[in-house]
């Protein structure tokens, strides 16, 4: 069994920067930020592959920056808003990462309990 540890949330200030961690016990070919907002749809953050190569989602505007080594996901998020609250999760496959436009949840077979980011104004 997979598991995925997710670490780093925190309250910040509209402007703020967090750096959120992920560890899991195997190597997956693809990792993956996701975030759920109270009352919404989980949404898709940004991938990080093994071989360095990473995506994101457009509303990430260049203010997060995901990176991966070996079996350690991180997320660096900057200028943040208090639209980005919400708990980050962790999600991990055996596979090569979705394209974009099929980067949906169900994508990802391993999941974190997730970590809890809270932006005030």
């Known amino acids: 069994q997979v598991q995925l540890v997710e670490s780093g949330g925190g309250s910040v200030q509209t402007g703020g920067s967090l750096r959120l961690s992920c560890e899991t016990t195997?190597?997956?070919?693809?990792m993956a930020w996701f975030r759920q907002a109270p009352g919404m749809e989980r949404e898709w953050v940004g991938t990080?592959?093994?071989?360095?190569r990473t995506q994101y989602a457009d509303f990430v505007k260049g203010r997060f920056t995901v990176s991966r080594h070996s079996r350690k996901l991180y997320l660096q998020m900057s200028s943040l808003k208090p639209e980005d609250t919400g708990m980050y999760f962790c999600?991990?496959?055996?596979?090569?990462?979705?394209?974009?436009?099929?980067?949906?949840?169900?994508?990802?077979?391993?999941w974190g309990q997730g970590t809890q980011v809270t932006v005030s104004s």
């Open positions: 195997a190597d997956p070919y693809c």
């Open positions: 990080g592959e093994g071989d360095g």
């Open positions: 999600a991990a496959r055996f596979a090569p990462c979705p394209n974009i436009r099929t980067m949906t949840s169900s994508a990802f077979a391993f």
